[in-house]
């Protein structure tokens, strides 16, 4: 296994256009619409010609609420309001507004307006969203490699001072051994040097701080339209700005064509320099190097290769060695593998480091602990204020007790005054009734005697 990215989908749609493209038969009466002074730049002008990548049905690179047919229109919009600041200049644009036009149209405006150069900009996907950077497609022949790769190497730049990753300057051919992206045959067919523009991914959260305010895509049309400026030695009094003097990069004319880099690193090797027990860092030296492309990305593994970080920046394309320090979790065999990349996103898997199993804490089982350790003493506590109540509640059961008795003891002497009360009561009552009786039956004796008179 070597190819791990399929550069297929570095640019999506401009992939597409570049091989099937050419054969679609489109209107040309759109192209540069509404854009005065066609045809009518200055002798001594340079003439500049935009392309804002993608249009119409054909939307480029999608992700989330991006578009990137939207996207180059703002960029291509900004940088020619900024070149027009400059003198001896004439811009125009492939497009004005949401045009569909094919790659050859592209090409052939240019060469209708006399074009000393055609920009075309473009934003970057990959398959797995996992690229980030920028980078600049040039044509692999001739005039058109030196004079495309001297502009790029402004724009790259300009690029890397912004903070983005440069992903470099390039060729590559198709199957019959030309430019690849259409847009650079046809331009190449017409005698104008071209560049393609990728700023950056738009899939890819390193990228994303790029370009996601329209402010920023204002920001890249500016900085596209200073790097044409300084390519060209321009002045501008408006802006105050001087790039007569400015030195390009001389880059000498190929006499055969510049291929593309189709092979692996050819050296991936790693040692372990440092392996701390306590917290699970392992320090690893990586020694890699692509005599081709350069080396661009690494990633790392501690599973030997089934599963591996995401892609890091190579900390300086000048340097084949360097280390860095990755977190291994404890509890397991540590199996070190590095993966080091090329220009062309192309790997080579380096040789495997296995390491003594750390029994460390992570910073998850720590926390985990004093959680735990800490539910105890609630718990406990809990507990100990729960005792505490029962016993406080016996105390005051006691106390009550205690209280209550004096109370119940007036209460039985009370009832039973009552009742003795009661008892005398009826006694009198009886005694009262029972002499009654005795006095009437005396009286009745007397009334029977009387008659006999
Ligand atoms: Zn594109």
């Given at each position: 296994m070597s190819i791990c990215f399929s550069w297929a989908f570095l640019c999506k749609q401009s992939v597409v256009y570049a091989e099937e493209g050419d054969a679609q038969d489109k209107t040309?009466?759109?192209?540069?619409?509404?854009?005065?002074g066609v045809h009518e730049s200055e002798p001594d002008q340079i003439v500049v010609v935009i392309d804002p990548g993608h249009g119409g049905e054909n939307l480029g690179a999608e992700y989330e609420d991006y578009i990137e047919k939207e996207m180059t229109m703002i960029v291509a919009d900004a940088m020619k309001e900024e070149l027009e600041k400059y003198e001896g200049i004439t811009v125009y644009l492939t497009r004005t507004g949401d045009q569909e036009l094919s790659l050859e149209e592209r090409c052939e405006y240019a060469k209708s307006v006399n074009a000393d150069f055609l920009f075309c900009l473009h934003f970057n996907m990959s398959e797995y969203h996992t690229l980030f950077g920028a980078e600049c497609w040039v044509s692999a022949f001739g005039e058109n490699y030196s004079k495309g790769y001297s502009f790029a190497n402004v724009e790259m730049e300009m690029l890397q001072e912004l903070g983005l990753y440069s992903r470099g300057i390039k060729t590559r051919l198709n199957s019959r051994g030309i430019d690849y992206y259409g847009i650079l045959r046809h331009s190449r067919e017409r005698d104008i040097p071209c560049v393609l523009i990728e700023h950056c991914h738009l899939d890819q959260v390193n990228d994303q701080p790029f370009y996601d305010h329209n402010e920023k895509l204002l920001e890249f049309g500016k900085l596209d339209a200073t790097a044409v400026a300084r390519y060209f030695q321009l002045s501008s009094d408006k802006l105050g700005v001087d790039y007569s003097n400015y030195q390009n990069l001389y880059v000498d004319v190929p006499s055969s064509v510049v291929a593309p880099d189709k092979t692996e690193p050819d050296v991936c090797i790693i040692e372990v320099l440092d392996q701390n027990m306590e917290n699970g860092e392992v320090r690893v030296q990586v020694s890699a190097a692509d005599y081709d492309s350069g080396m661009l990305y690494y990633t790392y593994s501690y599973d030997n290769g089934q599963t591996f970080s995401q892609l890091q920046r190579w900390p300086d394309k000048a340097t084949d060695t360097f280390d860095f320090t990755m977190q291994v979790p404890p509890h397991i065999v540590p199996q070190i593998v590095v993966n080091g990349y090329n220009g062309y996103d192309l790997y080579t898997t380096s040789n495997m480091v296995s390491l003594p199993s750390m029994d460390y804490k992570t910073a998850e089982e720590i926390a985990a602990e004093i959680a735990s350790q800490e539910a105890l003493e609630i718990a406990s506590w809990a507990i100990a204020s729960g005792k505490e109540r029962s016993q406080f509640a016996r105390t005051r059961s006691v106390t009550l007790n205690e209280t209550e008795k004096p109370i119940s003891s007036t209460y039985f002497l009370t009832v039973c005054i009552v009742c003795a009360l009661l008892v005398l009561a009826m006694t009198i009552s009886m005694i009262l009734i029972l002499s009654g009786r005795k006095h009437k039956r005396r009286k009745k004796r007397r009334k029977r005697r009387r008659p006999q008179k």
């Open positions: 040309t009466d759109s192209v540069g619409e509404g854009q005065e």
